[in-house]
């Protein structure tokens, strides 16, 4: 991946020349994983979900995050995603079904996407307009 090139333009190319190493990419090892062991995945996805949402609330105080997460404006987008997060950690311990883990962890990708443009504004309505647009077909 990196080469030693003298001047700062052979450095440069070869960062860039890479392909599918991209530092948001999974390998196919890492792809595997998933549909392999997805109560695994599940478990560990999930735990970094709430993470995620967890650091934000270090960061400005637990009472200003749960403040914000039920704002009028977002509230049933968390209340979506709080539920997909505990689907799936039901379907991957519980009930233990691959299939359901898979559909679950799906399911909560989409609610933190809403979830996530609930706070950029007016994202969800060009999100759903676009959505609208590409996927409506009149028959």
């Given at each position: ?41 599940a ?13 934000t ?46 559909l ?36």
């Amino acid at each position: 991946m990196w080469k030693m090139g003298n001047d700062e333009e052979d450095r440069a190319e070869s960062f860039l020349d890479e392909d599918s190493e991209g530092i948001c990419s999974l390998s196919t090892t890492q792809s595997l994983i998933v549909f392999a062991i997805p109560i695994k995945f599940a478990l560990l996805f999930t735990f970094g979900n709430v993470l995620a949402v967890g650091s934000t609330a270090f960061l400005m105080g637990p009472e200003q995050q749960l403040r914000m997460m039920f704002d009028s404006v977002r509230v049933y987008a968390t209340v979506i995603y709080i539920g997909f997060v505990v689907l799936a950690l039901i379907c991957a311990l519980w009930i233990q079904s691959k299939i359901l883990t898979l559909l679950a962890i799906i399911c909560e990708i989409c609610a933190l996407i809403w979830y996530c443009l609930s706070y950029i504004p007016f994202a969800r309505r060009i999100v759903s307009d676009l959505m609208v647009r590409f996927c409506d077909t009149e028959l």
